[in-house]
């Protein structure tokens, strides 16, 4: 499981609970960093959308050596909190997807048997409104997006975020 930080980091770990089969070691949660939401004035608590992904942080290849990090040839699923214009999840997808693609053409070179690497993404609300990113087609006609809920155009404050 992969989640985007820092709101997919609750529901990821929620999700890891209900996910996890008996008997079986728990689902790591790998962290990725990334921000679109930008505050122009501090009258309020509400973000608006900014224009950019800016990348925080990604995948620690430090533990790859473990087997903790790779991606390939696993079922990854994605994990944000809200899909509001579907930028942070395309630019999360596509990185990833280059990510693992990289990794399949070292392994491949090495002489290693590479399997396919599927993604699926998990949120709990989507707004309903026109999106300004993309997911590929896989994805959202292949049965591999969910939403929890579907939303109007409306400011969810979360629990986390509350103050």
């Known amino acids: 499981m992969v ?8 529901p990821a770990r929620i999700l ?4 996890k089969k008996p008997g079986s070691p728990n ?10 939401y930008e505050q122009f004035d501090n009258s309020g608590p ?13 995948l620690d290849k430090s533990l790859e050596t473990a087997g903790v990090t790779t991606l390939i040839g696993k079922n990854v699923l994605i994990v944000d909190e809200v899909d ?8 999360a997808v596509k990185e990833l997807q280059k990510d693992v693609e990289k990794e399949s053409e070292e392994a491949a070179k090495r002489g290693e048997d590479v399997k396919k690497t599927t993604f ?3 949120v709990l609300h989507n707004k ?3 999106k300004k990113g993309k997911l590929p087609s896989e994805l959202l006609d292949g049965g591999k997006y ?9 400011w969810i404050c979360y629990p986390w975020e509350a103050t």
């Open 16 to 19: 890891r609970s209900f996910l």
């Open 128 to 130: 309903d409104k026109p």
């Open 27 to 36: 689902i790591p949660i790998q962290a990725i960093g990334l921000s679109l």
């Open 46 to 58: 509400v973000e608006t959308p900014g224009t950019k992904v800016t990348r925080t942080q990604w």
């Open 146 to 154: 969910y939403a929890a809920k579907t939303t109007g155009d409306v």
């Open 120 to 122: 699926s993404v998990f």
């Open 3 to 10: 989640a985007i930080g820092g709101g997919g980091f609750v």
């Open 84 to 91: 509001d214009t579907r930028t942070t999840l395309e630019y």
